[in-house]
């Protein structure tokens, strides 16, 4: 004789609890988190100001000139301490879009790889990136 008795109350109790927590996880396992709207850009080499030798500027037309825009790093074959970047809108070539700048410490090679995630508040989309200097108004 069990000296332990089995309510099936308590049974059905655990088994809803289990059934609960198991669609529970399974929701928070599949839960994505919204698209924000970035896009992970190439820069090369030919984005190097040839004015400024260590300078990248690449104008990215997004059809915004929208202040909120943020760039990071994703991937490079040139990692060197101290590289410096920043967004900001511009208006280059009648187009709108952000201007991305790095300020390398160092010389990029010619054979320069760059993936940067940008993100611009009311972007349209992001077209490929391409030279601007101060003479087309970046």
């Not at 088994?15 to 396992?29: E, F, K």
């Not at 160092?106 to 972007?123: K, R, S």
Request: glycine letters at 8%.
């Amino acid at each position: 004789m069990s000296l332990i008795r089995r309510s099936p109350i308590a049974g059905a109790v655990a088994l809803s609890l289990v059934i609960t927590l198991a669609a529970l996880a399974q929701t928070l396992g599949a839960r994505r988190s919204p698209p924000i709207g970035a896009a992970r850009i190439s820069i090369s080499h030919a984005q190097v100001n040839p004015d400024e030798g260590t300078v990248l500027r690449a104008f990215v037309a997004t059809g915004s000139l929208n202040n909120n825009c943020l760039a990071t790093p994703a991937e490079t074959n040139f990692a060197s301490t101290g590289i410096t970047m920043f967004c900001a809108p511009r208006n280059p070539f009648g187009q709108q879009g952000i201007l991305v700048s790095v300020f390398f410490p160092n010389t990029p090679p010619d054979a320069l790889i760059l993936d940067v995630t940008v993100y611009q508040e009311g972007a349209k989309g992001y077209a490929q990136p391409v030279l601007c200097g101060h003479e087309q108004g970046c």
